[in-house]
């Protein structure tokens, strides 16, 4: 292919996955709904649209609620949206798309399926918007430290206090455990010896990293609660100390980009957790039909984000120096100590000194 097809195939490619993952961001703020509805002996949203079907006399009410989003998109989009006084007005106006944009911008690595060919088109060597990039990881922490300037910049570009405080509050937490983020994504970079996520998805064809490394996946997924700002760590909510945060100012849909980007990212970090410890499009019979690494990843981001669900459902919000506390004083020692002990465990293992050593503490115990 030449290099004008290539950049075709990729801008088809990002539209038709960015439209589908703007579109799960919105059923994503229902299944969060139902899902809190459940756990908490409520009905959530059920009225706003239904299929009816005739059951014992009456009907029965299938996929009750499914509308809702629709609904929410329209009354953000009629709602009044003004521009506070004093603002600076470019920086207020350019803060909600630095929010969205690196939530979309991280899908262009992720892999979605194996290699196949679809017409004229060849997907090799996966299916990914920008397939076999060696600097993947690379790609996405830079695109995810870029959400720190959305939430400091909408903070201070608001003119008040309270999105100031909010604003710095919420930067010195996202960059807290960005630290412990990155240093714990080095372990399936050593594991897979490749910053490729194809290579480090096909890395983990025996055994999921998340069996191999379950203390690993644990602080990845707690830092990226933390750097979604979701429950116990949505210190952006607690609106009886800042009045709801860095985005106070903001209404309309200039808010609602600030709970898009929220929702988006949701996805985004559940797929990066997928493919670095579930095996990402992994599964029976997909070298076979490729078609279903799809339904394997789908079913991982959705497994995730009901785990980010119910968590929210379960936990209580932490206090500032908690999360604070937290971060510098745990997460980030568990993961440098993880990373050292990865990173000789696999040294031993290439100069061959690791299997004399598992052989000796098994005849040791087993006698």
């Known amino acids: 292919m030449t290099p004008g097809e290539i950049a075709i195939r990729a801008l088809i490619l990002g539209f038709i996955i960015s439209l589908a993952v703007i579109t799960g961001f919105a059923y994503t703020t229902l299944l969060e709904r139902k899902v809190l509805a459940r756990m908490q002996a409520r009905v959530g949203p059920n009225r706003t649209g239904y299929i009816p079907i005739p059951w014992r006399g009456g009907e029965k009410r299938f996929l009750g609620g499914f509308m809702q989003p629709a609904a929410d998109a329209v009354k953000l989009f009629f709602k009044e949206d003004p521009t506070p006084a004093k603002v600076d007005r470019v920086i207020y106006n350019l803060a909600p798309m630095l929010?969205?944009?690196?939530?979309?911008?991280i899908l262009a690595v992720i892999p979605w399926a194996p290699a196949f060919q679809l017409g004229p088109w060849k997907f090799q060597p996966y299916?990914?918007?920008?397939?076999?990039?060696?600097?993947?990881?690379?790609?996405?922490?830079?695109?995810?430290s870029i959400g720190v300037y959305g939430v400091v910049l909408a903070g201070w570009g608001s003119n008040s206090k309270y999105a100031v405080m909010g604003?710095?509050?919420?930067?010195?937490?996202?960059?807290?455990?960005?630290?412990?983020?990155?240093?714990?994504?080095?372990?399936?970079?050593?594991?897979?010896?490749?910053?490729?996520?194809?290579v480090i998805v096909n890395g983990q064809r025996p055994i999921w990293y998340v069996f191999m490394q379950p203390l690993a996946a644990l602080v990845f997924f707690i830092a990226a609660l933390a750097e979604l700002q979701r429950a116990p760590f949505d210190l952006l909510e607690a609106e009886q100390e800042l009045?709801?945060?860095?985005?106070?100012?903001?209404?309309?849909?200039?808010?609602?980009?600030?709970?898009?980007a929220e929702y988006m990212k949701m996805i985004s970090l559940s797929a990066i957790f997928a493919t670095f410890f579930l095996g990402g499009y992994g599964g029976p019979l997909v070298d076979k039909f490729p078609w279903l690494g799809f339904i394997y990843i789908f079913i991982k981001?959705?497994?995730?984000?009901?785990?980010?669900?119910?968590?929210?459902?379960?936990?209580?919000?932490?206090?500032?120096?908690?999360?604070?506390?937290?971060?510098?004083?745990?997460?980030?020692?568990?993961?440098?100590?993880?990373?050292?002990v990865t990173a000789v465990l696999i040294v031993m293992a290439e100069e061959g000194t690791l299997t004399p050593i598992i052989d000796s503490v098994t005849q040791f115990f087993v006698g």
């Open 243 to 260: 009045s709801a945060g860095f985005n106070v100012e903001y209404a309309g849909m200039r808010f609602g980009m600030f709970f898009m």
């Open 127 to 144: 299916f990914a918007i920008a397939p076999g990039i060696n600097v993947g990881v690379l790609f996405i922490l830079a695109v995810t």
């Open 301 to 340: 981001i959705v497994a995730c984000l009901f785990l980010m669900i119910w968590i929210r459902a379960t936990l209580p919000r932490f206090r500032y120096d908690q999360l604070m506390g937290f971060g510098w004083k745990t997460l980030l020692p568990i993961a440098v100590l993880n990373f050292l």
């Open 99 to 105: 929010a969205v944009i690196p939530a979309i911008l």
């Open 167 to 198: 604003g710095i509050r919420a930067s010195a937490q996202m960059i807290s455990y960005e630290l412990a983020l990155g240093i714990i994504v080095l372990i399936p970079i050593m594991m897979a010896d490749s910053m490729d996520l194809g």
